[in-house]
C-alpha cells in the first residue's frame, strides 16, 4: 500500500481531495489499527481526513476494519440481546448518567457491555463513577466475560476491547485535534453484531452519518442525541430514539419541544461521588426516575428483546419505576 499516494488523494484540502473507496478505507484503517503506518504518515493520514472529512463510505469500511480486530464477548444467556453502551466523553456541565441506565438494565436481566476510557482529561467519565458504585474495570477480555457471566455488567476500557482503536484515539494527546477514532469508538459492538448499540451523536448531521453506516452493517442499534456526547436521554427533554434493526429505522419516541412543566430532580454536583449517591437514591426508590431516561430504558428494554413488543416495555417500566411512565 502506498501511503504517499493515499495522502496525495485525500490531502489536497476541501476541494481538491478524493474519497477513498470502502474497501481502500478498510484496508488503510486495519493497516492504522495495527501499527503498520510510520508516524509521519501516519500523522499526515489523520490530519488530511480531519481536514477533508470523512465519506460515509470511508466510515463505512474503517468500522469494518475496526469490528474485525474486537476482542469478542459473548452473550452469557439466550433470550436477550446483551447492550453495548459506548461511553467516551465523560460529563463537565451536568451529572453522567449513563451508569444509571446500566444500572437499570442489570436489574431487568439484561446484559450490559459499558465501554469507554479510564482518563476523563477533566470529565467525569462513567469509570469514575463505577468505580464510586463499586463496578471496578475488567482488565482483560476474560475478565470482561467473567463479569458478564456472574452479574449480566461489565465496564471494560477500550484497549480491552481493541488496543490499536485506543492507540489512534489517544493521538489526540499528540496532534491536538480528534480523528476518525472518535467516531468509530461510539459505533464499536464487541459481541460483532449481536448486541444492541446505543449510538449517540453529538451533532445533529452526524446522525445521519451513524444512521448509514450502522445501517450498512447489518447493526442493531438506538440512535439518539447524545447528553453532552454521553449516549443517555438528557434527564430534562427527551430526544428523538430511533431504532435500527433489520435494515429498517423506526422512531420509537419523538423529541420532546415543549416547555418543561417542572424540573427533574438530579444531582446537586456533577462530580463522581455525588452522582454515584443520586443513582443509588434512584435505584432504591428515593428519586423519580427522570421521565426521558425511563423512555430510553423502555426502548432498550424492547430493542434488545426482553419485551414482546413496545408498548409492553413501557408497561414493564412504568410499574417498575412506581407508576412513573415511559409512555
Not at 135 to 152: C, D, I, T, W
Not at 257 to 276: F, G, N, R, Y
Request: aromatic share 4%.
Amino acid at each position: 500500500m502506498s501511503y504517499a499516494h493515499i495522502i496525495k488523494e485525500i490531502g489536497r484540502g476541501a476541494e481538491g481531495s478524493r474519497n477513498l473507496t470502502q474497501e481502500d478505507a478498510k484496508h488503510l484503517y486495519g493497516a492504522m489499527l495495527d501499527g503498520g503506518v510510520p508516524d509521519l504518515e501516519m500523522g499526515a493520514i489523520l490530519i488530511a481526513l480531519r481536514m477533508k472529512g470523512e465519506s460515509t463510505e470511508e466510515m463505512i469500511g474503517f468500522l469494518t476494519a475496526a469490528n474485525e480486530r474486537v476482542n469478542t464477548l459473548h452473550a452469557p444467556h439466550e433470550g436477550v440481546r446483551p447492550v453495548v453502551i459506548p461511553s467516551y466523553n465523560g460529563a463537565r456541565k451536568s451529572a453522567n448518567l449513563t451508569p444509571l441506565l446500566a444500572l437499570l438494565l442489570q436489574r431487568f436481566g439484561v446484559p450490559v457491555v459499558v465501554h469507554g476510557l479510564l482518563e476523563g482529561f477533566g470529565r467525569v467519565t462513567s469509570g469514575h463513577v463505577f468505580r464510586e458504585i463499586g463496578v471496578l474495570p475488567s482488565v482483560s477480555q476474560g475478565a470482561a466475560q467473567q463479569a458478564l457471566n456472574e452479574h449480566n455488567l461489565a465496564f471494560v476500557p477500550l484497549s480491552v476491547i481493541t488496543p490499536g482503536l485506543a492507540d489512534l484515539l489517544s493521538l489526540r494527546a499528540r496532534l491536538g485535534v480528534r480523528n476518525s477514532a472518535h467516531s468509530l469508538v461510539k459505533m464499536l459492538d464487541p459481541f460483532r453484531g449481536q448486541g444492541v448499540l446505543l449510538a449517540a451523536a453529538t451533532h445533529p448531521a452526524y446522525m445521519e452519518t451513524m444512521r448509514d453506516v450502522l445501517g450498512s452493517q447489518g447493526a442493531h442499534a438506538l440512535l439518539l442525541r447524545a447528553t453532552e456526547g454521553e449516549p443517555f436521554a438528557n434527564p430534562k427533554r427527551r430526544p428523538r430514539i430511533e431504532h435500527l434493526h433489520e435494515g429498517l429505522c423506526d422512531t420509537l419516541f419523538e423529541a420532546e419541544h415543549d416547555s418543561l412543566k417542572a424540573l427533574p430532580q438530579l444531582p446537586e454536583d456533577a462530580d463522581a461521588a455525588a452522582t454515584a449517591c443520586w443513582i443509588r437514591k434512584v435505584l432504591d426508590g428515593h428519586i423519580p426516575l427522570p421521565h426521558p431516561i425511563a423512555n430510553q430504558l423502555a426502548a432498550c428494554l424492547f430493542a434488545c428483546g426482553y419485551a414482546a413488543d413496545f408498548n409492553q416495555a413501557k408497561a414493564i417500566v412504568a410499574v417498575e419505576t412506581n407508576g412513573h411512565a415511559a409512555a
